[in-house]
């Protein structure tokens, strides 16, 4: 099946700094969003997208599905972004099925 | 809008006991639904997964199943849990003819 890896695994920021995390993925795909899982374990949906770039506040995600992977920026960061980030992806031949990533776990100090 | 509730939050149950998650969906019909465990400090992992009433498909042999009796009712259920079953569970839909996933709560499930 379709093999989703997040990089890096973990990351720590200080408050303010800006960072990318990676998502790559071995095969073609229909669609591919961002959630982050808050301390609570809610997953939020940040972004749903399966090619281009996207904006929201001080985040925004990029992919370029030619070449099987995504990007998401965190600018100014802030505490309130910690938790996991995760790629999760619809396979072009898996029917229906999101697959995760393993997350990339992100502490921003203050 | 569409909504989606999963209970309960927490749950602990010796092993051995029968286990029985529940979510619903409102605000949509025919959804896609699928349940998902998290270990701890680890990824996602699909068990189930449901395009239509009584239709479940499963991506990995355990001690779980899942039903759909309803059109946007999603249980999962075991009979007899095990220590390995600890995790946290969560419930997602999408729509049939959508992509993008949402999900519920999530359900904290320890087996003592």
């Not at chain 1, 997040?6 to 990676?22: C, F, H, K, V």
């Amino acid at each position: 099946g379709i093999q989703v890896e997040q990089s890096p695994p973990d990351l720590i920021l200080q408050e303010g700094a800006n960072s990318t995390l990676r998502c790559n993925f071995s095969d073609s795909v229909n669609n591919l969003q961002w959630f982050h899982q808050n301390p609570w374990g809610q997953l939020i949906n940040l972004f749903y997208i399966p090619s281009g770039t996207k904006q929201n506040g001080r985040l925004s995600a990029t992919t370029v599905a030619t070449e099987r992977y995504s990007l998401l920026y965190i600018s100014s960061s802030q505490t309130t972004d910690s938790g996991v980030y995760f790629c999760a992806v619809e396979p072009s031949t898996g029917g229906f099925k999101t697959i995760f990533g393993a997350g990339t776990r992100l502490f921003v100090k203050a | 809008s569409q909504t989606i509730h999963q209970w309960p939050a927490t749950l602990v149950q010796p092993v051995g006991s029968p286990l029985s998650l529940e979510c619903t969906v409102e605000g949509t019909s025919n959804p896609n639904l699928y349940w998902y465990r998290q270990a701890a400090g680890r990824g996602l992992q699909l068990l189930f997964y449901s395009v239509g009433i009584g239709q479940i498909s499963s991506e990995v042999p355990q001690n779980l199943s899942a039903s759909r009796p309803q059109d946007r009712q999603f249980i999962l259920s075991s009979k007899k849990l095990l220590l390995s079953d600890s995790g946290f569970y969560l419930c997602a839909w999408s729509r049939g003819d959508g992509p993008e996933a949402f999900f519920g709560q999530g359900t904290r499930l320890t087996v003592v």
